[in-house]
């Protein structure tokens, strides 16, 4: 009698309103660009903003930069800032190509991570990665402006996973491995390319083992900066501190890769002189790094040189600053952005 009424309970509470909801679900496809249930919009301006991705274009005349998932840009001199992308979509990592032209994104407005491209004004938004199961987030171009390099994220028994340097054609491509994970809870990412296309940078868990630990040490050297030869395939450890060693970010003339590393309780940005292998911290007004986290999005907000290699562009303590190298001192480079969203 007691399985009886509980068979009867389950078919009425589960399968009937089920039954219910099917032409309802198969008349609508999910949009994830497309408001989610009733929505209230928010518009405000804002000055300052947490985790933003900067870069700077190749003429220096503008910076673009992510706010609360939309895209801006304005004049790199600071001022209003245009918002070139927007709605309930996550928009984030804008980078300038080689041209300057376009801007290579990540976006999960297909409904998981993957690179987009688009015109330098916000137009003309296409999918270049074609994901299905993983995130692929943090693009940095090819110096020919024909290839995108991405971080790739797996995961297997926990949700913790790890990551694998991909490249893709800008056209749209299932995409080439170019590095390989070490198991299924070590990070590796923050892919960028030096200017002559010979080598890649990137960051990786260097700790021993293959299982994610949550009690790491930053001065015993969590991560460590990665250098792989593009032609031969051969890799090296290039930068391994203590406080760890990420966020690499070559200049263009050759000179210096640039880096964040953990100093005392926060992080500073640093650069390597390719020459001599002399580094020396060079701004401090940086937020903490994430490298005792799980850092899927970078274990640092990404960031840009000037092409003259004397300036860079970074985020910190909620402004975006340009730094200049010689001098080792920044410059907050003032904005204001209109942000809108549906709460």
């Known amino acids: 009698m007691k399985r009886t009424i509980l068979a009867f309970a389950l078919s009425t509470l589960v399968v009937l309103p089920l039954a219910a909801q099917q032409p309802d679900a198969a008349s609508k496809k999910w949009d994830v660009t497309e ?14 903003g947490t985790w933003m991705n900067v870069d700077l274009s190749p003429d220096g005349k503008a910076i673009v930069f992510d706010l609360l998932g939309d895209i801006y840009t304005m004049p790199a001199t600071g001022g209003t800032a245009t918002r070139i992308t927007s709605g309930p979509a996550f928009d984030m990592q804008p980078r300038f190509s080689p041209d300057g032209k376009r801007l290579a994104f990540s976006s999960d407005r297909d409904g998981l991570w993957n690179i987009w491209v688009m015109d330098a004004d916000g137009k003309n938004a296409r999918q270049v990665s074609s994901e299905r199961r993983w995130f692929v987030n943090s693009p940095t ?12 994220h797996f995961v297997k028994e926990r949700s913790l996973g790890a990551g694998e340097i991909w490249m893709f054609h800008v056209s749209g491509s299932e995409g080439l491995q170019v590095t390989e994970k070490n198991g299924w809870q ?5 892919p960028a390319v030096s200017a002559d296309g010979n080598y890649l940078y990137y960051s990786k868990d260097v700790t021993p083992g293959q299982s994610f630990e949550y009690n790491k040490d930053p001065y015993g050297g969590i991560y460590a900066i990665i250098r792989r030869d593009l032609s031969t395939g051969k890799e090296r ?13 070559p200049s263009p003339d050759g000179r210096y890769v640039a880096f964040v590393r953990r100093v005392g309780t926060g992080s500073k940005l640093f650069v390597h002189d390719v020459r001599t292998g002399e580094e020396y911290p060079i701004f401090d007004h940086l937020d903490k790094d994430l490298q005792e986290a799980w850092a899927i999005l970078g274990v640092y ?3 840009g040189w000037s092409a003259d290699s004397k300036s860079i562009v970074i985020w910190g303590e909620g402004k975006i600053w340009r730094v200049d190298v010689d001098a080792r001192a920044g410059q907050p480079i003032s ?5 809108g969203s549906n709460s």
């Open 301 to 303: 907000a990404q960031y």
């Open 35 to 48: 408001p989610l249930g009733p929505t209230t919009r928010i518009e405000f301006d804002t000055s300052e």
């Open 141 to 152: 171009w090819s110096p020919d402006g024909t290839y995108i390099f991405a971080r790739r």
């Open 186 to 190: 070590k990070d590796a990412g923050e």
């Open 237 to 249: 450890t290039y930068i391994h501190r203590p406080g760890g060693s990420v966020a690499p970010r």
């Open 335 to 339: 904005f204001v952005g209109s942000s």
